[in-house]
């Protein structure tokens, strides 16, 4: 966390994210959130949510209107990868496209397909992959599930690779 920057009112990954331990699934709201306030329980929250790396609070070259209750998505570091995770607020669907937002992710995506990692746009269910001049449908992650880019002769393309199904 960068040392001026704080969650202060924002709950958005309270909303987003699940909560195993708090029995909290994905998409619904934490009853411990406070609207207006924060976290009721931030001094005892689980370790899950001490541990998240939401990139507002993390990178200081993100001006205000990516702070997750402005811009409606958390940006974050998706596990196990360098991949960005951009995780949208189901209820404002298409802030993502909206400038300064899809410029920079489409800027972000292009040096991150150059390491091999990606931009990805989680709404729902469903994922997007943002490439530096187009946006690709994914579909829905299911556990098990990789994404992985690839270079060919007209640029960059993502696709899913399934993992069994139970």
């Not at 972000?108 to 469903?126: H, M, N, P, R, S």
């Not at 992959?129 to 880019?149: C, H, N, T």
Request: one cysteine or more.
């Amino acid at each position: 966390m960068t040392a001026q920057r704080t969650c202060g009112t924002c709950t958005l990954c309270c909303k987003l994210f699940p909560v195993p331990p708090l029995d909290k699934p994905a998409g619904k709201w934490c009853p411990h959130v406070v609207q207006g306030r924060g976290c009721g329980i931030h001094e005892t929250r689980p370790q899950l949510c001490r541990a998240f790396d939401c990139q507002w609070l993390e990178n200081p070259d993100l001006g205000p209107e990516w702070k997750p209750e402005v811009s409606k998505f958390v940006l974050s570091i998706y596990p196990g990868t360098n991949s960005l995770a951009v995780t949208v607020d189901p209820g404002f669907p298409g802030n993502w496209r909206q400038e300064p937002y899809l410029r920079n992710l489409r800027r972000w995506a292009e040096a991150a397909l150059a390491q091999g990692d990606q931009v990805i746009v989680f709404t729902g269910g469903k994922a997007t992959a943002i490439l530096p001049d187009r946006e690709q449908d994914l579909g829905e992650i299911g556990p098990g599930d990789s994404i992985v880019s690839l270079k060919g002769p007209r640029g960059y393309a993502v696709e899913v690779r399934r993992g069994a199904r139970a």
